[in-house]
């Protein structure tokens, strides 16, 4: 017997000789607790220790596990004498619960190993095309770029400088300077929403939100601790088209969704179609 083990049931066994415990000459030696005619045997506490678990972590471990097990019983007695009008309600929600468990965790397992899981980007594609029009925007995209810097940083006019260039050799520079600056976003190549630019910069609500979303835009605003620099590169307003490449993990997750209903269906249909031509069933 591995030594951890051994360990384990000697320090139930000296549990089990405390004033803790309190025994009916003839329980089994083998039972730690009893709530009316319900038993707790120590077998059932073997299975809450790890391995790496101290003696006195043990001892804890035991005597909470015992107390919520004797309250939950206590709990459970009451319910049922209480409750004893809904038994049969109960009964057939405990029914429906077994034989949902059983088909929900058999159609997991077939859909883990049947799934066809590999999406291609001529699939992305198709899709996008045939059902664009369920991907309009309920509110704007904006392509931006923007920096937020203390009001006393010493590179402050430096990095204005080069946040205003369009030269790739002063966008590297920036980015370098960004890692020490308050909190930045300078990949204007990607859509955002344009709420998340404004709750990053919340300065920005007080601006109109139409003269704001002007393409190429440059705002430079301040607050007390902070400057802001912002340039709008692109926008795409509410009920425009979403970007494909905006869109694309939430369309993978269509394609896998449809795949997953009809890979169901197709197998509800097989099992309809072998029980007829085996007469395991009937309609009257």
């Known amino acids: 017997m591995k030594p951890i083990y051994l360990y384990l049931i000697l320090s139930l066994l000296l549990l089990q000789s405390c004033d803790y ?56 007695s009451k319910a049922q004498l209480n409750l004893e009008t809904k038994k049969d309600e109960f009964e057939d929600l405990v029914k429906k619960y077994r034989e949902d468990l059983y088909i929900n965790s058999y159609k997991e397992a077939v859909v883990k190993q049947y799934l066809d899981t590999i999406i291609t980007d001529d699939d992305v594609d198709q899709f996008y095309m045939n059902n664009n029009e369920i991907f309009k925007l309920n509110e704007e995209l904006i392509k931006v770029k923007y920096i937020k810097i203390g009001k006393t940083d010493s590179n402050k006019n430096v990095i204005l400088k080069l946040f205003k260039s369009t030269a790739n050799k002063d966008m590297e520079k920036l980015k370098e300077k960004a890692l020490f600056v308050k909190s930045h976003h300078l990949n204007d190549s990607i859509w955002i929403k344009y709420s998340d630019l404004i709750n990053e910069i919340p300065v920005l609500k007080t601006e109109d939100k139409e003269l704001l979303l002007k393409k190429d835009n440059f705002i430079q605003k301040e607050d007390s601790l902070s400057l802001y620099l912002v340039t709008i590169k692109k926008v795409l307003q509410s009920n425009e088209i979403a970007p494909k490449s905006y869109i694309t993990p939430a369309i993978r997750q269509m394609i896998l969704h449809q795949r997953k209903l009809l890979l169901l269906r197709n197998i509800e249909e097989t099992l309809i179609k072998d029980a007829t031509k085996k007469q395991q069933f009937e309609i009257y």
Do not use: C, E, G, H
Request: zero cysteines.
């Open 21 to 76: 415990f309190t025994f009916k000459k003839n329980v089994s030696p083998q039972t730690v607790a009893r709530v009316n005619d319900n038993y707790l045997y120590k077998d059932d506490l073997m299975a809450i220790f790890t391995k790496d678990i101290s003696k006195q972590d043990s001892i804890a471990l035991v005597n909470n596990y015992i107390n919520n097990w004797i309250k939950q019983q206590l709990l459970l």
